[in-house]
């Protein structure tokens, strides 16, 4: 299963995105502000993860108590999960889902990671993270 993030807006606070599943419009996506990790320094929970191709699996979250997509091998960062929540401060470098339909937030957050994690449970699949400047 092929995901692919598309990022459209780079705040001075969060990132915006549309997640697709195999080409397909699936819903939106909240981050961190996207930083240039080559220039910049890393701060820790307001800094999204590098563009780029990672593999994805469906395991347990010990922090959250319950199955959710992870990405692997993510340079420089460690338990990057997709999942529910609303504005950035809910992220810490995660992407979160739903739709944008509130500035500096995504709504009806727990519909979408729940249809996901169904979706992505048992499957080979990764995310394409591309930043549309």
Known sequence: MKLRLERFFFGDKYTV???????????????DRVRDLASEEKVYGETAIPAGTYEVRVTWSPKFKR???LLMGVPHFTGIRIHRGNYPKDTLGCILVGENKVKGGVIN???YELLLTKILS???????????K
């Open 109 to 111: 957050s727990t519909q």
């Open 17 to 31: 995105g549309r997640l697709f599943i195999d080409d397909k419009y699936f819903c939106d996506t909240l981050e």
């Open 122 to 132: 048992g499957k080979k699949s990764e995310i394409e993270i591309i930043n549309k």
């Open 67 to 69: 199955n959710l997509p």
